[in-house]
């Protein structure tokens, strides 16, 4: 038998391997908290709410409408101010769209200036702007707490 010692190529091509599987998975728990973070924000919850309870937006959508996972934009805190530009993918069983919103929060509370639904084919859809039934979506639609 003859004694075969392993070439110093192969030790490199483990190491690379092993370089690579570890900055995969750091990316991947990168990517995983930001954007469960930025889920479990306010702006997110209140606008995603808001939007699956506006009857213009199941209708444009269809029904059940839900977010996708990839948001863009960004969103600020910084003790009781902040501030949200931020993008939702949303789908329904018709279609899909995308839901901007921008809001600031003051004093612990977010208020909204921004809130549009667009679909993939058709007329943008201002969630602020009323719409049938606002009055009563707003009586039993409570903001997501600070």
Request: proline content about 8%.
């Amino acid at each position: 038998m003859s004694d075969k010692k392993s070439s110093p190529l192969v030790w490199v091509a483990i190491g690379c391997g092993v370089l690579f599987a570890g900055m995969v998975a750091f990316f991947a728990f990168v990517f995983f908290v930001v954007f469960a973070s930025m889920r479990s924000a306010a702006p997110y919850k209140d606008s995603v709410a808001y939007a699956k309870a506006d009857p213009r937006v199941i209708q444009a959508l269809g029904a059940p409408v839900e977010p996708g996972w990839f948001i863009s934009g960004s969103i600020n805190t910084s003790g009781r101010s902040g501030s949200a530009d931020i993008d939702i993918p949303l789908k329904g069983s018709k279609q899909k769209g995308s839901l901007h919103v921008v809001g600031t929060k003051e004093g612990g509370r977010w208020t909204y200036s921004r809130m549009i639904m667009t679909p993939d084919k058709g007329e943008p859809i201002d969630l602020l702007a009323g719409g049938p039934g606002l009055s009563a979506r707003l009586a039993g639609w409570k903001p997501a707490p600070p």
